[in-house]
């Protein structure tokens, strides 16, 4: 082992920025077009309906389910830099065909929706990302570096959309450039913004990134994947099985964190127009602003936990943010004898569409294109009858849904943050690429499956059973976390090479 140099920790730290980037921009890619997705989908295909707009929806985390044990396992033998170039190029590729989706005759939704898959499939490199700064970080730093690569997801799925309301300036029409049939308008600016950020995080790969490695107190160690040297056996503190009972739990935990918030963010529009009824405009602008505080919520509690585990550890952390998670949804539960206002009435022989289960399936932010005509002053508000439940189940006061995002959005950063540092501290030395892909599948699948599952049970059988078994899943992870609690330790710590 060699005592790091000044050198090296200074390189080290300017490669483990540019991997913030890489998320911070990963996470623009799926955020900056999701406002727009739907009216630009009505424009070039009409054919589309409000069930294709949830595929589009859903096909970047298909897309990235697929790719992350991909370049995992690729980030595994060979230099890091490979996958990351390559998946970042397959992202700018995908946003420029997005672009470009206008153009073909007929089939125009499937174009859109491989663009979205693609741009997906090239954010699989998250799982890369994640392993290099597991491998490049002592102990004592993974918890603030996870924080931080979290924080920056975090602060790109927010400012996404920002970006996205900047360019609605252009206009529907824009400017045409004919040389080379680009219409540059609000729909497409965004998606060659995101190209352009794109390019620009491949330069600083190739300028500024380079691959190193410390091992869990902090010494310079041979790199795994052996930039600019041999490959060479690994030193004697890979010498050892990681715990898979420890890491199948996580990956389980992990699935039910983001399932639980995916639930949570798919539910805001149907559940806040059902029980206050509010319009779609209202439900769209009031949750958008109620989502924009939980993600600044959200940074912040980022923040603070890096300095937190450092006096309770991180597993009394994750204990304590599924504890906050089950009471934010215990509180939403319904009670009282108060009933929500019932939608008696249909509006007939107009362009108004009715919620659907399969609307359900859309985040609000989705939703914002389908707004009423404008010659349309009336629009159906309440609880629609032909939800059998809205006649016999209380309301949920809307205290109720304030304290419940709150809470939750306390609850889900610290779990996210505690699951990847714990994730990766159990791993150790070992390569982690494949492993950090299945992690990241795991949480691709979760935001597929919440949206699918919350559309079907709240349509069907009402909030009482939607928030009852969601309440029931995280009493089944908090035992689950008792269970391997003792297990969730560091591998250097399992093996005796250094204290907890």
């Known amino acids: 082992d060699v005592v790091e140099t000044q050198e090296h920790y200074k390189s080290r730290w300017r490669s483990i920025w540019i991997m913030y980037l890489t998320m911070f921009l990963s996470s623009v890619g799926f955020s900056i077009v999701i406002m727009s997705v739907w009216p630009y989908l009505q424009k070039i295909d009409p054919t589309a309906d409000a069930s294709f707009l949830g595929w589009i929806i859903a096909s970047y985390s298909i897309g990235q389910m697929v790719a992350s044990p991909l370049f995992g396992l690729w980030s595994n033998y060979r230099p890091r830099r490979e996958p990351l170039v390559v998946s970042t190029a397959i992202s700018v590729a995908a946003n420029c065909l997005y672009a470009y989706v206008h153009l ?131 030193d004697q503190d890979t010498e050892g099985n990681v715990d898979h009972v420890a890491v199948v739990a996580l990956n389980f935990l992990f699935f039910v964190i983001l399932f639980v918030f995916a639930v949570f963010e798919t539910i805001a529009t149907p559940l806040t127009m059902d029980m206050y009824s509010w319009t779609r405009k209202e439900a769209v602008f009031y949750n958008g602003i109620i989502l924009s505080v939980v993600g600044i919520e959200s940074v912040i509690v980022f923040m603070v936990v890096k300095a937190l585990s450092k006096k309770t550890g991180e597993r009394a952390i994750l204990h304590g943010g599924l504890l906050i998670v089950l009471v934010g949804f215990f509180i939403l539960l319904p009670w009282g004898k108060k009933l929500p206002n019932i939608q008696w009435q249909e509006i007939k022989n107009n362009s108004i569409p009715r919620t659907t289960s399969t609307e359900m399936l859309m985040p609000f932010w989705s939703l914002q294109a389908m707004q009423l005509p404008s010659n349309h002053t009336e629009e159906p508000v309440g609880c629609p009858v032909t939800q059998s439940w809205c006649l016999n189940t209380p309301m949920i006061y809307l205290a109720q849904y304030i304290s419940s995002d709150i809470l939750i959005g306390l609850g889900y950063p610290v779990c996210n943050v505690m699951s990847y540092t714990l994730y990766s501290k159990i791993l150790g030395p070992k390569p982690q690429g494949v492993y950090m892909g299945w992690l990241t599948a795991s949480g691709s699948g979760a935001r597929i499956l919440g949206p699918v599952f919350v559309s079907q049970v709240y349509t069907h059988l009402g909030p009482r059973w939607a928030f009852s078994l969601i309440c029931g899943v995280v009493v089944v992870s908090l035992l689950l976390l008792e269970i391997v609690y003792k297990r969730l330790i560091a591998f250097s710590v399992r093996y005796g090479r250094m204290q907890e």
């Open 104 to 234: 073909p005759h007929s089939h125009n939704k499937y174009y859109m929706l491989t663009a979205r898959a693609l741009v997906g499939f090239g954010a699989g490199n998250v799982a890369v990302v994640r392993s290099y700064i597991a491998g490049a970080t002592s102990l004592t730093e993974r918890t603030s570096a996870m924080a931080n690569t979290s924080a920056c997801q975090a602060v790109g799925f927010i400012l996404g959309p920002v970006f996205q309301t900047c360019f609605t300036l252009i206009g529907e029409e824009g400017i045409t450039w004919k040389l080379i049939h680009l219409q540059l308008n609000m729909y497409t600016a965004p998606v060659l913004f995101g190209a352009l950020l794109g390019v620009i995080n491949i330069i600083l790969i190739f300028a500024i990134f380079r691959e190193h490695r410390v091992d869990d107190m902090g010494r310079q160690c041979q790199s795994i994947n052996f930039e600019g040297e041999e490959s060479g056996a690994l």
